[in-house]
Each structure stands twice: as structure tokens, then as C-alpha cells.
């Protein structure tokens, strides 16, 4: 071996290269597979209905835009008025999520008080209690209050704390941060509440963006929960908008109801392109450094 191979370096063999180009291709197979049905529903918004299953290819011999501007109108509301109140429950549902799930975090994290451990391992017991065991009672209680055909079954849970999923989350990065931050604005005569929203709240950005990405991401797709408790047309938020399309009876107008899938797309791929920094933080990270 010479001088200048020393200095280089061991170089890389034909396996390993052959490896590397093979998790490669691998990975962009797989990435095509999982992409195609986006892509094939894009496709397809952009032709006619009648030539939608004709045509299984991707191949546009030309642009039909008239599913999006017939669809937009079709429902008896512009989609946007479901777009609207899509956006009146994921506002509700983020805002609730963040403030009782930080809240209770912080109590599990930082308070002392009786059968606390017993509490948490009953907390992260309803994470595999399955939702289909409590939506009677729930539908039952919310029907008693009159609450049926309101966005508030959608909203209020989220003011509760129900969703162990995102406590647990933030329990874990509040356990990450040093308590002697705690300890050094107690002497300086914080409380409790002064000690979260002051050190704590700025310190937890990345599991709050986290929560918030993923509650609205699931809110915006949910559709059992809107279809139990949303009866009238006008309270529709956009899933049920999009099943508005289909009709068991007639033809189903599935060149529309793609157009505005497609547009129903947008906001989350929005929100987890400008998110995603702080996507991954919150699910890497433990606490503040």
C-alpha cells in the first residue's frame, strides 16, 4: 500500500456499494408504491368521470379542471362553508389538546400527591382502550346535554385531557427538563402556574408543535366522530362533505368528490411542511438541553 492510500483511507468494496445502491432502490420503490394512489387521485381529478376506471394509467391526454369547479358548488353549501367548519373543530380540538394535556403533564411531572404513579398507569391505560367501548355513553351524555349536531362532542373532550397519547408525550419531555430551572423560580417566589406558563411552556415548543401537528392531522381526517354526532348538512365537516359525493342509489360523482380530496389535502400538507422541524424534535428529544 502506498503512501497516498494510507492517507485516504480504506476504500469502500463492491458489496458494500452494491448494498447501499440496493437499500436505495429499495427505498424508492417503495416510496413510488406508497405515492402512486396520491398521485393516481390527483390523476384522476383532472378527468371526466366516465373515463376515470376506463383509464387506469397516469397518462393525462388532457386537463378536465370542471370536477373542481363542479364540485366546489355540488353540495348544497361551497365546499369552503365545510372547509370552514372543519376548521372551527381543529382549532377547538388543538387549543384544548395543548392546554389540558400540558396541564396534566406537568401535574404527573412535577407534583407530588397520593396514588399518583397508580393514576398514570390508569392514564396510559386508555391509550389502548379502544374509542368504539365509550362512543354509547358518550353519545348518551352528549345527547342528554343536547349537545347532538354540535361541534362541541368534537371540541370539549379535547378541554379534558382525554387523549393520554399526547399527556404521556409531554409528560416525558417536562421529566427532561432540569429542576433546578423549578428551584431557582420558586426562590424567586414563582408558583405553580407562574413555574409553567413562564419556564416550562417555552421550554416545551417541540412536544406542543408535536401535539398540535398530530391533533390536527387527526381531526381533520376524522370521520366516524363527525358522522355519529353531525346530522344536519350545514354542521358537515369536510369528510363527510367528501362521503356527500357518493350515493349508494345514483351515480356517484366521483370526479368531484377526487377535485376536492385534492383540495382537503392541502391544509395537511401545509401544515406538516412547515411543521416538520418541529415534528421531529418533539418525537427525538426528551427535554430541554
Known amino acids: 500500500m502506498t503512501d497516498v492510500d494510507f492517507m485516504a483511507g480504506p476504500r469502500p468494496d463492491a458489496a458494500s456499494r452494491l448494498r447501499s445502491v440496493g437499500k436505495h432502490a429499495l427505498l424508492i420503490a417503495?416510496?413510488?408504491?406508497?405515492?402512486?394512489?396520491?398521485?393516481?387521485?390527483?390523476?384522476?381529478?383532472?378527468?371526466?368521470?366516465?373515463?376515470?376506471?376506463?383509464?387506469?394509467g397516469l397518462w393525462l391526454n388532457e386537463l378536465y379542471l370542471d370536477n373542481y369547479i363542479e364540485g366546489w358548488t355540488a353540495l348544497a353549501r361551497p365546499f369552503d362553508w365545510y372547509i370552514v367548519n372543519s376548521g372551527i373543530v381543529v382549532a377547538g380540538a388543538v387549543i384544548g389538546n395543548l392546554l389540558s394535556c400540558s396541564l396534566a403533564a406537568y401535574a404527573f411531572?412535577?407534583?407530588?400527591?397520593?396514588?399518583?404513579?397508580?393514576?398514570?398507569?390508569?392514564?396510559?391505560?386508555?391509550?389502548?382502550?379502544?374509542?368504539?367501548?365509550?362512543?354509547?355513553?358518550?353519545?348518551?351524555?352528549?345527547?342528554?346535554?343536547?349537545?347532538?349536531?354540535?361541534f362541541l362532542p368534537l371540541v370539549l373532550p379535547k378541554f379534558l385531557a382525554t387523549d393520554a397519547f399526547f399527556v404521556f408525550l409531554m409528560v416525558q419531555f417536562i421529566r427532561?427538563?432540569?429542576?433546578?430551572?423549578?428551584?431557582?423560580?420558586?426562590?424567586?417566589?414563582?408558583?405553580?402556574?407562574?413555574?409553567?406558563?413562564?419556564?416550562?411552556?417555552?421550554?416545551?415548543?417541540?412536544?406542543?408543535?408535536?401535539?398540535?401537528?398530530?391533533?390536527?392531522?387527526?381531526?381533520?381526517?376524522?370521520?366516524?366522530?363527525?358522522?355519529?354526532?353531525?346530522?344536519?348538512?350545514?354542521?358537515?365537516?369536510v369528510p363527510l362533505a367528501l362521503r356527500s359525493f357518493l350515493d349508494a342509489t345514483s351515480g356517484s360523482n366521483w370526479g368531484a368528490m377526487f377535485a376536492m380530496s385534492i383540495v382537503s389535502l392541502v391544509p395537511?400538507?401545509?401544515?406538516?411542511?412547515?411543521g416538520q422541524k418541529y415534528l421531529i424534535q418533539g418525537i427525538a428529544t426528551t427535554g430541554g438541553k
Open 30 to 56: 417503495a416510496s413510488l408504491v406508497m405515492i402512486y394512489p396520491l398521485v393516481w387521485m390527483l390523476v384522476s381529478s383532472l378527468r371526466p368521470t366516465e373515463v376515470i376506471f376506463r383509464t387506469p
Open 109 to 150: 411531572a412535577r407534583l407530588k400527591f397520593r396514588l399518583r404513579t397508580l393514576w398514570f398507569a390508569i392514564m396510559l391505560m386508555t391509550i389502548m382502550l379502544p374509542f368504539h367501548v365509550v362512543i354509547v355513553p358518550q353519545y348518551i351524555v352528549f345527547n342528554t346535554f343536547g349537545m347532538v349536531n354540535t
Open 176 to 237: 427532561g427538563i432540569p429542576r433546578e430551572l423549578d428551584e431557582a423560580a420558586r426562590i424567586d417566589g414563582c408558583g405553580h402556574f407562574r413555574i409553567f406558563f413562564r419556564i416550562i411552556i417555552p421550554l416545551m415548543v417541540p412536544a406542543l408543535a408535536t401535539a398540535a401537528i398530530f391533533t390536527f392531522i387527526w381531526t381533520w381526517s376524522d370521520f366516524f366522530t363527525s358522522l355519529i354526532y353531525l346530522t344536519a348538512p350545514d354542521m358537515y365537516t
Open 268 to 274: 395537511l400538507f401545509l401544515v406538516f411542511l412547515f
